[in-house]
């Protein structure tokens, strides 16, 4: 079983602050996803992840995959109410032939004051 | 709205009852995905399906947990005789195929809270 560590497991900032979340491993990914989560619902996917070193943007998110392809990591800036939620990151096994099975971390638990 | 769906939302039951919980995907996602969510932590694999194939069922936690899609496209996910710490949120999720690349995306229901007495 492949296993992904997020840190940290909470964080409480104030409104204007910058943060970043990590997603580790030992094992390599062929592709990282991060998903947010609300309180009630269910998980809704922000960024898909492939190459080694990868950078996205999406707004004042930028996600980044290592060039091991065994972590990454969630930079906000400027963080907002809005921003409030459980960020997950769940990566997909490089040898997943016919199946796809993704493996998520614990997630980690953000509260931005206003 | 064409969203996952599942039902009820809400269900307590007394030990040793056996529960259903349903699952509606979105039209079209040939692969359905059940999970267990615990408060502030993340989604823990349960099984899946291709159609009305269950592709992977390792994640059930014991032979209580039983789930069937025999028409591709409902599920139901059934515990048996269900005891106090299968008490947590259930969610499925459904996408369009969990093996069409990396870009898969999973579309997740709003989860059934399960609370046994």
């Known amino acids: 079983t492949q296993l992904l560590e997020q840190s940290p497991q909470f964080l409480s900032i104030q409104e204007g602050e910058n943060l970043t979340v990590y997603c580790n491993s030992s094992s390599v990914f062929s592709s990282l996803q991060w998903y947010r989560q609300e309180p009630g619902e269910g998980p809704v996917l922000l960024v898909t992840?492939?190459?080694?070193?990868e950078v996205k943007k999406l707004k004042r998110l930028t996600f980044q995959f290592g060039d091991a392809r065994k972590d990454s990591s969630l930079h906000i800036t400027a963080a907002q109410p809005g921003d409030t939620g459980l960020y997950l990151c769940a990566g997909r096994p490089p040898s997943s032939g016919g199946s796809y099975i993704p493996t998520f971390g614990r997630g980690t638990s953000l509260i931005v004051h206003p | 709205g064409a969203g996952v769906s599942q039902s009820p939302r809400y269900k307590v039951t007394k030990r040793g009852q056996d529960v259903a919980l349903r699952c509606d995907p979105i039209s079209g996602h040939v692969s359905l995905y059940w999970y267990r969510q615990a408060l502030g932590q993340g989604p823990e694999f349960l099984t899946y399906?291709?159609?009305?194939?269950?592709?992977?069922k390792s994640g059930l936690p014991n032979d209580r947990f039983s789930a069937e899609r025999p028409e591709g496209s409902i599920s139901t996910l059934t515990i048996q005789r269900t005891e106090q710490r299968d008490s947590a949120m259930y969610r499925c999720?459904?996408?369009?195929?969990?093996?069409?690349?990396?870009?898969?995306?999973?579309?997740f229901g709003p989860g059934t809270r399960l609370t046994v007495l």
């Open positions: 999720a459904s996408s369009l195929m969990g093996r069409q690349g990396p870009y898969n995306e999973q579309f």
């Open positions: 399906f291709n159609y009305e194939a269950q592709q992977d």
């Open positions: 992840v492939v190459t080694g070193g």
